[in-house]
């Protein structure tokens, strides 16, 4: 597995991740824990060395999981979590109200650590902006948690390019997570400029477009009630079949390189720069190793220009998040 760094900061992670949050929560399936822990550990065999987790993950949960899977090699991965919310236990996706208040930050760290069963968090991010807190003061209490020994990096998760600024001015940045692949592609008009600037690494969550990218769903696809998708605008039957164009375009680039839809999705993305590292999540080996078959996916200059030609003239259909959650983001 190749590596990569996250901008600046030295911080060295493989060149795709693995995001674990479906192993514990969102898509209405509940993964048997040992089945999910020999997932983790395999994904280490194979090269992956970045895993992305939350504490509102469960809540609690996944944090638990890979703690159980991760800590006994600890020595071989980077862990990133995050901060950000009064998660109630029990609390539904989209249901928790935020909260970055410096002392709650530092709790949370307490509690994140001894969930994951380490001694320091790699990469700690704030899970969304809050309004009610300057983010200089959010940076503060991340860069006293560094000096303390408990927090490596600090991250931020679907700021605005703004808040990125104010924060790296009082704590160096290493990572923004924000969504971003074919279908999503707001961070190119101004995140991915400010990123580039400041020497800050991005990490695209949902680079399969919640799995849509991979050309295993269309508009008959029946989401259960628990699934958070079920939720989201873009999944709506008529959103799901004007974006089956998108599909279509990944298809037709997979058949020429023999790969396979989700390859290029994540092929596309790490073309666009030496700096960004995706976190495709799944709770299946098969996809797995499929993901990862993504970093050996190379795209010249001409496949991508092919790429942009044709996603240029398709619209993605539906909003991705309900309101209320779309208001949370790029702050």
């Known amino acids: 597995m190749q590596k990569r760094r996250l901008g600046n900061s030295g911080l060295e992670v493989s060149a ?5 949050m479906g192993m514990s929560f969102s898509y209405g399936v509940v ?27 469960g809540p609690f949960t996944n944090e638990v999981l890979v703690g159980k899977a991760l800590s006994p090699i600890r020595d071989q991965v980077v862990i990133a979590t995050k901060f950000g919310f009064n998660v109630v236990s029990g609390g539904k996706p989209g249901t928790q109200t935020l909260n970055s208040r410096p002392e709650h930050i530092k709790e949370v760290a307490e ?5 994951l069963q380490i001694d320091s968090i790699d990469l700690f991010y704030q899970h969304r902006v809050d309004p009610d807190v300057p983010v200089e003061d959010v940076a ?22 703004q808040t990125i600024r104010r924060a790296h001015a009082v704590q160096p940045v290493a990572a923004l997570q924000s ?20 020497g800050i690494g991005l990490v695209p969550y949902s680079p399969l477009g919640k799995g849509f990218l991979t050309g295993k769903m269309d508009e008959n696809t029946k989401l259960g009630g628990g699934d958070f998708r079920s939720t989201l605008p873009r999944f709506a039957p008529e959103a799901m079949k004007a974006n089956q164009a998108f599909v279509d375009l990944l298809s037709t680039i997979a058949k020429q390189k ?8 994540l092929a596309w993305l790490l073309a666009q720069k030496p700096w960004i590292v995706p976190i495709p999540g799944t709770t299946k ?47």
């Not at 509690?111 to 969930?115: C, F, T």
């Not at 023999?258 to 999705?265: E, G, L, S, Y």
């Not at 970093?295 to 993605?316: C, F, H, Y």
Request: glycine residues 6%; proline residues 4%; negative net charge.
């Open 16 to 20: 795709l991740g693995l995001g674990c």
């Open 31 to 57: 993964h048997d824990e040992q089945e999910m822990i020999s997932l983790l550990r395999t994904a280490v065999e194979r090269g992956i060395t970045f895993f992305d987790t939350a504490e509102v993950y």
């Open 111 to 115: 509690a994140s650590l001894k969930r």
């Open 140 to 161: 503060g209490a991340v860069k006293e948690l560094i000096q303390e020994g408990k927090v490596k990096h600090f991250g931020l998760s679907e700021a605005g390019a």
């Open 179 to 198: 969504e971003y692949s074919l279908w999503w592609r707001k961070p190119e008009a101004e995140i991915i400029p400010t990123l580039e600037e400041l």
């Open 258 to 265: 023999k790969a396979t839809p989700a390859q290029i999705a």
């Open 285 to 331: 080996l098969s996809r797995l190793e499929e993901n990862i078959g993504a970093v050996a996916v190379e795209l010249t200059a001409e496949d991508l220009r092919d790429i942009e030609t044709a996603a240029s003239k398709i619209t993605p259909e539906g909003n991705r998040y309900p309101e209320h959650l779309e208001k949370m983001t790029y702050r």
